[in-house]
């Protein structure tokens, strides 16, 4: 059973950055395609990102499009959502989602919660002067 395991969030002024992790306790990364996806208040969770187990990024939101990049470390066993330019409205919990097993390991077209197989517990991320 893959545990994984959100960090990073915080409290940001508008324009600031940060880094969000997803880490596995225990079990590899590697065989999973991972996505980072977010939940706003009174919103549905929407897609931002997605890393193949072989590195091709699938990016979802179009608000996050050149703000936000996706990448993985295999020997630290991490994934990363790096977040510039932050704006209140990408206010919100921050998950990662692990897709492998009996899912193909690949970023999926669409970023349905089903489409995959574990979630981490979230990390809130909030964007205020």
């Known amino acids: 059973q893959l545990q994984l395991v959100e960090s990073g969030g915080g409290l940001v002024q508008p324009g600031g950055s940060l880094r969000l992790s997803c880490a596995s306790s225990g079990a590899t990364l590697r065989p999973y395609a991972i996505g980072w996806f977010r939940q706003a208040p009174g919103k549905e969770r929407e897609g931002l990102s997605c890393?193949?187990?072989?590195?091709?990024?699938?990016d979802y939101a179009d608000s996050a499009k050149g703000r936000f990049s996706i990448s993985r470390d295999v020997a630290k066993n991490t994934v990363y959502l790096q977040m510039n330019n932050l704006k209140p409205d990408d206010t919100g919990t921050y998950y990662c989602?692990?897709?492998?097993?009996?899912?193909?390991?690949?970023?999926?077209?669409?970023?349905?919660?089903?489409?995959?197989?574990?979630w981490g517990q979230g990390t809130q991320v909030t964007v205020s002067s």
């Open positions: 989602g692990a897709r492998g097993h009996p899912l193909p390991p690949t970023c999926p077209d669409e970023t349905t919660k089903g489409n995959f197989n574990f």
């Open positions: 890393v193949s187990p072989r590195g091709v990024v699938k």
